[in-house]
């Protein structure tokens, strides 16, 4: 994202490339998608030594911003491993684990020995019930989490009778928790259902107080719209060399004006994309209260232009672009999936509306 | 010019302060929309506006880079930028000779013979002589290059016939560079002579043009059997296109630096305050309507502040500057049919004196010119595809055929063959 510290975040993303290029390509995406295969440890483990699990752990500035960078490039291979989740687990528990949760987990998962998801839970959305009993917390419902049958832990999030969200630590395998996998949109990003039937959690299993609110959201918005501008960029590049070689009635297909003017729009989406998504990460970076403004035109913006980006770029291949093998339809699936989860356009509209029409009124 | 230390420059820009603080403390920058002017009626407007002109020369605050035989101050980019940087908070009066002298006195350095140069330069910094450029005309469209307003030797004068249009305030300028064609048997490219042109001579007729907001903010001019010395030649003969190519970069260069200099691009109170009063300030639709604008707006300005950095430091081709106009043109145009849509049945009638009551209808009529104006949308997307991602160029009917055999507009009826 934005570079204020030298070469670094060049250099992060140079590493992340080439790392993803050699060992997670978006073939590897698409094979493992195919064989419905679970995740691969051996590579979990190499992302966590390549310090990419728990960015966020020791302070936000630097590491919200490689954060960003690497997930512009996950977003460029549409990658499987759900390291943005992981990343917000560790720093969730970073900033308001008790000891002993900071002793159990903080380690291996920055090791890549663990696997750490969170569900999204948007607070209006929660279908997760906790409630306060004699020996821990009995949790009722559920909750549709990337990779949650394959985690070691997953942090969920529930509420409470009076309506405050309480955050759990569930352990894989705690006795009740029933997990399906589900058929997922994007070959990247899979999920599972978790039921609870009335499960019992131990009080320790509670991650800070109900009602902590770390802006964990608010990171992970930010931080998809990153992915989905790199999933977005890699798309169109892949289709502009397209337009560069595929000849129609004797010419390439760039040399038609159509199809420049197209091209011309999809970069203006993208180079505004780019615009607003590195606002955004960076005003997070450093705590500036625009963030929360910053975080919803992101998303906003991001949600409605990228899905352009991909659908067109599936057009300008023509037939080609509706068969299996083609990759363009990963790059839609990423980004159309992306566009839904974390509050969709309008959701984040609503709330832009809410922020600025109150500024608005209050000129006298 | 010789490099600013970092002390000369905090010096510069303190003393600047200091005098803007004394001399143009009227003139911050005001809130709202600026608005239209109007092509009749400017007189008090160009005394203002050339009365301030000839006290920033004064000052030695006009011309900073130019050079000091002309006029100038002879000082580095530097100086420049800090005085934009400062006098961003401001609307001087005499924006309304920005393109006289950042355009027109600009062109003649790069392209003026010496006299020239020593005779207008630095009247044109002091606002002595206002400039205008005159480049389209009716027939042309976005095809500069294919003017037809010609230019025949009678002696040593040259005889000019032919029409410009879409010029702003002709009525209060002195001069003009004005392209004409000076040989027909050529290419179009090849056959075109900029001239300076005396704007009080007899022989130019300016006429107003009403647009369909109903203002009138720009004129046509007719030149007919207009004589101009030979001398008034501006670079070589038939080398006009030359000097009309490095006009344009050297406008585009200028508007890239009122971008940056300009504040945020608005907000949005009086789409609020127009919800208000229609009273659907808690519609759902209404409130979505506002939130997006809000959303483009600051994409915009987000968008700007990126791309104008990356191609100063290289990260894009200066091609990507096509983006900021598309942008910001869609951005003007979306806020206007976004005012409409919320005033609703308000924009379609109004009280006839009340001129916020009039603000959507007009604001929407006027916007539309935002996608033609200073290079249409088809033009700039052409540019963007091919300048920064160098795709082929546009066939063209035109680019080697001698102007005298090239298609002009049809008369109704006739065949379309040649």
């Given amino acids: 994202m934005g570079d204020p510290i030298g070469g670094e975040l060049a250099l992060v993303r140079r590493t992340a490339r080439r790392f993803l290029s050699d060992r997670a390509p978006i073939a590897r995406t698409r094979n493992e998608y195919e064989a419905d295969a679970l995740m691969d440890r051996e590579l979990w483990r190499e992302m966590g030594s390549l310090g990419w699990l728990t960015l966020l752990a020791d302070g936000d500035e630097i590491g919200i911003r490689a954060l960003g960078a690497i997930a512009e490039e996950l977003g460029a291979v549409v990658c499987d491993q759900p390291v943005l989740m992981a990343n917000i687990v560790s720093r969730a528990v970073a900033r308001l684990g008790s000891a002993d949760q900071r002793d159990l987990y903080l380690t291996p998962l920055a090791a890549g020995e663990l696997i750490a998801t969170t569900d999204l839970g948007a607070a209006d959305d929660v279908a997760l019930e906790a409630t306060p009993i004699a020996n821990g917390i009995r949790l009722r419902g559920e909750v549709i989490v990337e990779r949650g049958d394959e985690a070691d832990v997953i942090l969920v999030t529930s509420k409470l009778a009076d309506g405050r969200i309480a955050r759990l630590l569930v352990p894989a395998r705690t006795a009740g928790v029933c997990a399906t996998r589900l058929s997922p949109l994007d070959f990247g990003r899979r999920y599972a259902r978790l039921s609870f039937d009335d499960v019992t959690l131990d009080p320790g299993d509670l991650l800070g107080d109900p009602g902590d609110d770390e802006g964990d959201m608010r990171l992970a918005t930010a931080l998809i719209c990153a992915e989905s501008l790199g999933a977005a960029a890699k798309a169109f590049d892949i289709t502009l060399a397209y337009m560069r070689t595929r000849v129609v009635f004797g010419r390439i297909l760039g040399s038609y004006q159509v199809i420049k003017h197209r091209l011309t729009d999809m970069s203006l989406w993208l180079e505004t994309s780019r615009a607003v998504t590195e606002a955004a990460v960076d005003a997070l970076a450093v705590g500036d209260p625009a963030a929360v403004e910053l975080t919803r035109v992101a998303k906003a913006y991001v949600s409605e232009k990228a899905p352009f980006v991909a659908r067109d770029c599936v057009q300008l291949h023509g037939s080609i672009g509706f068969t299996w093998e083609h990759d363009i339809h990963l790059y839609l699936r990423r980004i159309e999936a992306n566009a839904l989860i974390l509050g969709d356009v309008d959701e984040h509209l609503r709330g832009i509306a809410d922020l600025v029409m109150a500024r608005a009124e209050a000129v006298p | ?418």
């Fill in chain 2, 1 to 418: 010019m010789t490099g600013a230390s970092d002390r000369q420059v905090m010096e510069y820009a303190a003393a600047l302060r200091e005098w803007l603080r004394e001399h143009a403390a009227p003139y911050r920058r005001p809130e709202g929309p600026i608005p239209p002017r109007s092509a009749t009626g400017e007189d008090a407007a160009f005394a203002e506006a050339r009365r301030f002109q000839a006290e920033l020369h004064a000052a030695g605050y006009a011309g900073i880079t130019v050079p000091r035989e002309y006029g100038g101050q002879g000082l580095s980019e530097e100086y420049q930028r800090v005085f934009d940087r400062e006098a961003s908070g401001y609307r001087f009066p005499s924006y309304l000779l920005d393109v006289s002298v950042n355009i027109c006195g600009q062109v003649l350095l790069a392209y003026g013979s010496d006299e020239q140069k020593t005779r207008h330069v630095r009247r044109i910094l002091s606002g002595e002589e206002v400039w205008l450029q005159l480049l389209s005309e009716p027939s042309g469209g976005s095809d500069l290059a294919a003017l037809v307003t010609r230019a025949t030797l009678d002696g040593d004068q040259y005889v000019l016939n032919g029409e410009k249009t879409w010029s702003t305030s002709a009525a209060s300028a002195d001069f003009a560079l004005c392209p004409a064609r000076t040989d027909w048997t050529v290419p179009k490219h090849q056959g075109i002579t900029v001239f300076i042109v005396d704007m009080r001579s007899p022989g130019i007729e300016i006429r107003p043009i009403k647009q369909i907001d109903g203002e009138m903010e720009f004129c046509q001019e007719y030149l007919t059997d207009l004589s101009v010395p030979a001398a008034n030649v501006v670079g070589t003969l038939n080398g006009g296109w030359t000097v009309v190519r490095g006009l344009l970069e050297i406008e585009h260069r200028w508007s890239g630096r009122r971008t940056t200099g300009r504040r945020a691009p608005g907000d949005v109170r009086w789409l609020t305050a127009l919800a208000a009063q229609a009273g659907r300030d808690t519609d759902v639709a209404a409130r979505k309507l506002i939130a997006s604008v809000h959303v483009q707006l600051r994409a915009h300005e987000l968008l700007t502040a990126r791309v104008t950095r990356a191609i100063a430091n290289g990260e894009l081709n200066a091609g990507y500057g096509a983006l900021l106009k598309l942008s910001n043109d869609a951005l003007v145009q979306r806020r206007a049919e976004v005012a409409l849509a919320l005033a609703g049945a308000r924009a379609v009638a109004w009280a006839p004196d009340d001129a916020e009551a009039a603000r959507p209808a007009r604001s929407f009529l006027n916007s539309r010119s935002a996608s033609i104006a200073g290079g249409s949308s088809e033009i700039q997307r052409n540019n963007f595809s091919e300048r920064a991602l160098g795709l082929p160029r546009e066939a063209a009917a035109d680019r080697d055929i001698p102007f005298d055999e090239v298609l002009h507009d049809l008369v109704r009826g006739e065949d379309a063959r040649a």
